[in-house]
């Protein structure tokens, strides 16, 4: 089983937008999967109850000890993908989350001041030494940015030295992401032919193609320890030290908290 940890300090990004809508895709993809729902504020667990549709399997758990300890059992289970939507701000759920987790996906909106914020995300991700990568979220469909030239957000990515770690394709803001939610959808089944659903679909292959360069955790092997995981908090005003490494496997050591 792979297991999958939404995870940025700040809100809004995206995080459970993106993990019902990777969670759906995966599942026509012939995953058997769990959402596991760390946020108290229950986005999943809303979405789920409004779904008239089969699966996914959701669960919720808002301690890390147990989140953690859940998704060891959930390897047992049949689930082949687990994906844990964590809330924002730092909580001790996002640390069992982490250490649960094969990879880190951290959405964040496109401008530089966004990617600037998950400075401590990032710190403590790199610290958990999880694979990670970030994903661009609710970005501009007709901006120009998505192009190359002046401005572009490829040229962003190069200037904030991020485009090693950045999950492909960026996800553009669209009311489809949206009005599937309201529907208890996921964007692929809502909109199947849209863009947004072949956007989401290339995502999942993107991160599925990641999640298999990671070594496939035995199910009978003894569980990783919780204990090992980070328990400071990384300070708010931590700030990137940007040292592009050429990480293109998404490992994390591409870009550094300062101090
Ligand atoms: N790609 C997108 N297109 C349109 N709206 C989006 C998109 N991604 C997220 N949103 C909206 O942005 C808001 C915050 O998204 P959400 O997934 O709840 O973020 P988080 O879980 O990180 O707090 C929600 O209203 C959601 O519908
Ligand atoms: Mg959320």
Known sequence: MHTIAMISRKGGTGKSTLAIGLAVAAMEAGHSICLLEADPLG?????????????????????????FHRVQALAHCGITLTIVDTAGGWSDACRGAMAAADFCLIPARPSPVDIEATAPTLAAVRESGKPFAFVLNQIQARSGRLNGGA??????????????????????????????????????????????????????????????????????????????????????????????????TGHAGSIAPAG
């Open 43 to 67: 986005t999943v667990s809303n979405w789920r109850r409004r779904r008239t549709l089969a699966g996914p399997m959701v669960e919720t758990a808002h301690d890390g000890y147990v989140l």
């Open 151 to 248: 401005g572009s957000l490829g040229e962003r990515a190069i200037a904030l030295e991020i485009a090693d770690v950045l999950a492909l394709p960026a996800i553009v803001q669209r009311n489809d992401q949206q009005d599937a939610l309201s529907r208890g959808l996921g964007v692929t089944e809502y909109a199947p032919r849209g863009k947004s659903a072949n956007e989401i679909r290339a995502l999942w292959q993107w991160v599925w193609a990641r999640l298999s360069c990671v070594s496939q955790p035995d199910a009978e092997a003894p569980a990783r320890t919780y204990a090992t995981l980070p328990a400071a908090v990384p300070p708010a005003g931590a700030q990137l030290r940007l040292c592009a490494t050429g990480a293109a």
